[in-house]
């Protein structure tokens, strides 16, 4: 062996030999150690999954619970018969005196009409045809009239009902004389009650001003409602006014 090969395997270091150090593998990088997590956190992560399971499991319970004991609806607002205050010729009004709120009185007189003839201008009497309650204020004193112009809008407030529009897939299960749980948004602390009098014959898109058509071929079906007129048992002193939003839950047979 020559001397160049003795050295060579003399300097040359033992790496498996005892008293040598290991050589340790390095950490890859971005690959962080996770920490278990603490008891408490764990405990906590289980309460509020089971508080979530539970209430989802109430909620099912009773939105099926409700559904088969109730046709409900949210599209409903309180109704009236209206009163409409017309001009009985053409002219200028003058001597308007019906305000919003204001209270009218069968056979009132509550403005005048000036005919325009010449330099005649006679005057005839605007007078409330019934008992009411002016919803919707048209007149303005001066202004040109036509006859049969609505100038006001009244109700009966002893004759308020609620109008329910109720889905067209769930009429078949409402009947004229079911009972009728109410709750006016107006007044949610005071729950009413009221009944199933009529149920109309036609789906309100029918009757809205501009009825959806099909004949162009690009009809898209949506679900119709169909109008029930419910009657308020007791209404407890409560202001209803017409317009106002009400839920209806309705029982079923």
């Known amino acids: ?66 559904s088969s004991r109730y046709v409900s609806t949210d599209n409903a607002q309180v109704d009236g018969i209206q009163i409409s205050v017309n001009a009985p010729t053409s002219g200028i009004l003058t001597n308007w005196t019906a305000q919003l709120g204001s209270q009218l009185h069968a056979g009132t007189a509550v403005g005048r009409v000036a005919v325009q003839s010449g330099y005649m201008q006679p005057q005839l009497v605007v007078r409330a045809p019934a008992e009411g309650v002016v919803a919707v204020n048209n007149g303005v004193n001066g202004a040109f009239v036509t006859a049969g112009t609505q100038l006001a809008v009244a109700y009966d ?23 009728v749980d109410l709750t006016v948004d107006a007044f949610p602390g005071t729950p009413l009650t009221g009944r199933v009098v009529e149920i109309k014959n036609g789906a309100a898109g029918v009757f809205s001003l501009f009825p959806q058509s099909n004949s162009t071929g690009n009809f898209q079906k949506v679900t119709q409602v169909i109008p029930v007129k419910v009657a308020v048992d007791d209404r407890q002193g409560l202001a209803l006014v017409p317009g106002m939003n009400v839920t209806a839950r309705i029982h079923r047979q």
């Not at 920490?35 to 509020?48: D, E, F, G, Q």
């Not at 109008?163 to 299960?173: C, G, L």
């Open 1 to 66: 062996m020559s001397t160049q090969q003795e050295e060579a395997i003399v300097t040359e270091p033992d790496t498996q030999g005892p008293g040598q150090p290991e050589f340790e593998s390095e950490p890859v990088p971005g690959k962080a150690k996770r920490r278990p997590l603490k008891k408490r956190t764990r405990i906590a992560a289980i309460v509020i999954g089971a508080v979530a399971a539970v209430s989802a499991v109430l909620l099912v319970t009773s939105w099926a619970v409700n």
């Open 157 to 179: 407030p002893a004759s308020v009902f609620v109008t329910a529009r109720v889905d067209e897939t769930e009429i078949d299960k409402v009947r004229v004389g079911e009972s």
